[in-house]
């Protein structure tokens, strides 16, 4: 069984760590020098970590006949300057870990949440922009119907205005323009009734000032008819202007008058524009001018 020897660790000259690596060294130089010159290295055989423990040096490599030496325990220390500069392979602390999982990716419902916000709020405003124009729309609609509807029930009032105004005006002129000197107060009244207004008043004024005296003083009789064809058409008038309210009409009447003054009987061809307002009794005549 092999002695055990302790080996020290001193540094000093005559430290038996000292003496150990001179004989390594002297060891290995003997094998260089073995392998060389072809004798037998005495150490061959023995195991590397035996031959270790007794020389007290680090393992030794061969490479190519030559023997290196491990760096020995007492080489240059680490530079006190190194652990200031910063490493350049180190990762750089400030740079997104490229390993680092995702918040957004780890979550995917919150992903799904934000992204649902960030699409809710331009359909949101969408849809009241939509609402304002369908809104909008709606009003512009209702207030085409309203004016439309207006429009319509005004053109059939006018329309009815027009018919209604003419038949009035086709009645009253034989009435207004006729007087017979033998029942004046009868055409007077007859007349008197289809009148309206300031027209109405004036007429009344007129009849009993003017024409009733002169018609007694000659026996004067006047008849007017509104002009009929020939053929048996509808009679000559027509409606110049109408509102729902009121009508301009303008006829073609005939007089055919007779007195002491006149000899047999003289027609006189009139044209006549009459004007008619309607009343809670119909439409009546509110003024009558010769053209």
Known sequence: MANTRTRGRGTGPGSPGRRSL??????AAKRADGSRSGAQDPLDGVPEDLVNDLTGLPPVEKV????????????PGPDPEASDRPDPKA??????D????????SDPEASDEEASDEETAPRGRRRARLS?????????GLVAVAVLGWQYR?????????????TAAQQAAPLVLSYDYRHLDRDFAAAHGRLTGSFRDEYGRTTKAVVAPTAKKYKGVVKASVVTPPDGGAPAASVASASADS??????????????????????LNRVRMTLTRTPDGWKVSAVDAL
């Open 64 to 75: 190519v006949g030559k023997v290196l030496l491990a760096p020995a325990e007492s080489g």
């Open 154 to 166: 005004d053109g059939r009032r006018v329309e009815a205005a027009r018919a209604q105004a003419l």
């Open 98 to 105: 490229p390993e680092a999982p995702d918040p957004k990716a």
């Open 22 to 27: 001179t004989a390594a060294a002297r060891a």
């Open 91 to 96: 990762p750089d602390p400030k740079a997104p």
């Open 247 to 268: 009508a301009v009409v303008v006829l073609f009447v005939n007089q055919v008058t007779k007195s002491t003054q006149v000899s047999g009987s003289r027609v006189d």
């Open 132 to 140: 304002a124009v369908l809104a909008l729309l709606t009003v512009a």
